[in-house]
Structure formats: C-alpha cells, structure tokens
C-alpha cells in the first residue's frame, strides 16, 4: 500500500468533550485505501514550536462519503493546533502508514476490540470493516467517566457495547480488564490499543486463555519513517521500530 502526502480539507470538526476533537477530512480525488490500524503523519502548520509531524491514528474512513477521520487528543503544542483546524482549512497528510490489525476470514469466529482513552480510535475502523465482512464485534471500551466514553453512537453501528468507567458513571465500575465480559465469555481473537498498562493487562488475560491477541502500540513517535529509533520496542525478532514494523503487533511476537 503507498503512502501517499495529501493536502485534504476539513469539512467536519467537532469537540467531542475538553481534550478529544474529531476531523472529519476529504480531498476531491479518491482517498486512497487504508485498513484498520495504519496511522497518518499530520503537519502541524504556523506553529514555529512544532517542527515534527503528529502521527495520528485513522479513525475510520467513511468511502461513500470519501472522507477520513481523525480523533486528536489534545496532549501538547502539537495536537492542540491540529485540533484547532478548522472547516475548510487543509490538513497536511502522509497515509497510509503502518501495519494493519489482522482481518479474519470465519465469520463465526467471537471478536473482542478492547479500548481506553484515544485507543479507542482505530477501533471504530476495525470495527466497520469487520461489520462490512459479516462479523458481530463486540466492544469494550474503558475510560474515567462517561464524558470521556467517545464515539458510542458510531461504535454502536457495528457491534454490541460494553463500557467501564473508573468513577461507575457508565457500564460496570473499574478498568476495563475487570469487565465481567472477559471472565465469563470466550474469543477467538482479542485486539487492543489503548494505554500500555491497559493493552498489557489484556494480552496477559489473552494469553492465559489461549486466546490470539493484537495490540496497537502507541510509543512515541518522531521521525514516523525508522530514521530516529525512539519508537523502538522489544520482540522476538530483535528490537524494531514502532513507526515503519506496527503499530500492530501479536502480542506473541512482543516481551511483555
Ligand atoms: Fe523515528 Fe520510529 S518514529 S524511528
């Protein structure tokens, strides 16, 4: 899949609660394909501070309408102005880039996506393409409180949606890997992005069930192109760079 810098245009923003905003973008030209998992580079323009792209996840792609999504956590200088994009200003884009969650085949197999906070965001295109090919996902997505519980109407398109919140204002009280879902059924498959504590409690839960699992890691990335070496993570075949081998991983092949 070639990556492709495109110059798209802001046709929705919309502030979802104090530190999360959604850019719903689209060029004039056919967007090109993208799969669940890949991620995009943003320029982060007229803020002298921020000379480094913002990698950003692909948070669906709608093809009727050829627009992309993007789910910015505001987090510093750098996504606070890309936040502040509005309509009709342009959003400077490399995509696609990364690996992509693996996209099965049976379609009675049981699949669990696993979210918390801005994890959350490559989900709901997972979870499109795998209602698209015959599946019937289930979500569980963790966040502090209802008001940071993002996207449940979409999500709610594609599958059925559990929910925990630290403080029990939605769904069951606690993290996410208490949720009653993951002690009393069974999947074929788990996916996971979210915070590393979260994704690791999930893959160690997978693995003690035999269950396959693919996270999504979201190491800090610089350079998105394998040149600065902070992305770096460990794995069974030696240290590779988030940015240019994931974000997608099995956890099989991480030393978690
Ligand atoms: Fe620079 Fe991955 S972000 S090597």
């Known amino acids: 899949m070639n990556k492709r810098i495109l110059d798209l245009v802001v046709k929705h923003r919309e502030e979802l609660n104090a530190n999360y905003v959604l850019l719903k973008a689209t060029q004039n030209d056919k967007l090109p394909e993208m799969l669940p998992g890949q991620f995009a580079q943003l320029r982060v323009d007229d803020e002298p501070a921020v000379m480094l792209r913002r990698p950003i996840s692909i948070n669906y792609v709608d093809y009727d309408k050829n627009e992309?999504?993007?789910?910015?956590?505001?987090?510093?200088?750098?996504t606070a102005k890309l936040a502040e994009t509005k309509v009709g200003e342009t959003l400077n884009a490399i995509l696609p880039l990364g690996s992509t969650f693996t996209l099965p085949e049976d379609t009675t197999q049981s699949l669990l996506l696993v979210g918390g906070g801005v994890g959350v965001a490559p989900l709901l295109f997972l979870g499109g393409e795998l209602k698209k090919r015959g599946f019937n996902p289930i979500f569980l997505l963790g966040a502090r409180t209802h008001k940071d519980l993002l996207q449940l109407s979409d999500f709610e398109r594609f599958g059925q949606v559990l929910t925990t919140t630290e403080d029990g204002s939605h769904g069951e009280k606690g993290f996410v890997t208490a949720h009653s879902v993951l002690q009393e059924a069974s999947f074929d498959m788990i996916y996971t992005c979210g915070p590393r504590p979260m994704m690791k409690a999930v893959?160690?839960?997978?693995?003690?069930?035999?269950?396959?699992?693919?996270?999504?890691?979201?190491?800090?990335?610089?350079?998105?192109?394998?040149?600065?070496?902070?992305c770096v993570e460990e794995t069974t075949r030696g240290n590779v760079c988030t940015c240019t081998e994931g974000p997608v991983f099995n956890t099989k092949e991480l030393l978690w």
Not at 68 to 78: E, H, M, S, T
Not at 203 to 230: D, Y
């Open 68 to 78: 992309v999504w993007f789910l910015i956590q505001i987090a510093g200088k750098g």
């Open 203 to 230: 893959a160690a839960l997978a693995k003690q069930k035999g269950i396959e699992c693919e996270v999504s890691l979201e190491n800090m990335m610089a350079c998105g192109i394998g040149a600065c070496l902070c």
